[in-house]
């Protein structure tokens, strides 16, 4: 199984602040990676599809970037609505397997 | 407008077994794939499987943590997608998720498994 390393788990910052995520993949997955944005165990919102496509209706604040086995998804300037947690979700091979999370609280 | 609702969560006894619908609407349901995702409380979310289109026979693909105790399949006369789950664990307690090719997601129908 191909296996997601996400970092930080968490981070604090300020209403304002670039904010940049990474995932890793154990093997290397093309760019079939998506990133999601979950507030309080709702249902996930995906935000970026086959790496760097923005999904419609996202704000262009996030982005996304990388191939093989390196992302990043970046938030230009956080916003409140911003504090949630971040998962990337590799899909290139089955079992698909997500990265453990990024919390992201207000500083 | 796209459309998922996850039915027949619960409380279940370790080794006892249930299934869960997703009521789909808003989109042509044997065109496209459907996955099932799974949080457990206070941890992060797990893909546990798929259920491919029409096209690819609805071939099914499963995490190994579930593989030979969980069954997805569809019932395409009522728009649904099922996951009949057997043996369960007390790990399994969880909120199942059903969603579109994982783009579109339901709210999701909590899982407990406790005796």
């Known amino acids: 199984d191909i296996q997601m390393t996400q970092s930080p788990s968490s981070l604090s910052a300020s209403v304002g602040d670039r904010v940049t995520i990474t995932c890793r993949a154990s093997?290397?997955?093309?760019?079939?990676l998506g990133w999601y944005q979950q507030k309080q165990e709702k249902a996930p919102k995906r935000l970026i599809y086959?790496?760097?496509t923005l999904q419609s209706g996202v704000p262009s604040r996030f982005s996304g970037s990388g191939s093989g086995t390196e992302f990043t998804l970046t938030i230009s300037s956080l916003q409140p609505e911003d504090f949630a947690t971040y998962y990337c979700?590799?899909?290139?091979?089955?079992?698909?397997?997500f990265g453990g999370g990024t919390k992201v609280d207000i500083k | 407008e796209v459309q998922l609702v996850e039915s027949g969560g619960g409380l279940v006894q370790p080794g006892g077994s249930l299934r869960l619908s997703c009521a789909v609407s808003?989109?042509?349901?044997?065109?496209?794939?459907m996955d099932w995702v799974r949080q457990a409380p206070g941890k992060g979310l797990e893909w546990i499987g798929r259920?491919?289109?029409?096209?690819?026979?609805?071939?099914?693909e499963y995490a190994a943590s579930v593989k030979g105790r969980f069954t997805i399949s569809r019932d395409v006369s009522k728009n649904s997608l099922d996951l009949q789950m057997n043996s369960l664990k007390v790990e399994d307690t969880a909120i199942y998720f059903c969603?579109?090719?994982?783009?579109?997601w339901g709210q999701g129908t909590l899982v407990t498994v406790s005796s």
């Open positions: 969603a579109r090719v994982v783009t579109d």
């Open positions: 808003g989109f042509i349901f044997s065109d496209h794939y």
């Open positions: 259920s491919k289109n029409k096209a690819h026979n609805y071939i099914t």
């Open positions: 093997q290397g997955i093309r760019n079939d």
């Open positions: 086959a790496a760097s």
């Open positions: 979700l590799q899909y290139d091979s089955y079992p698909f397997t």
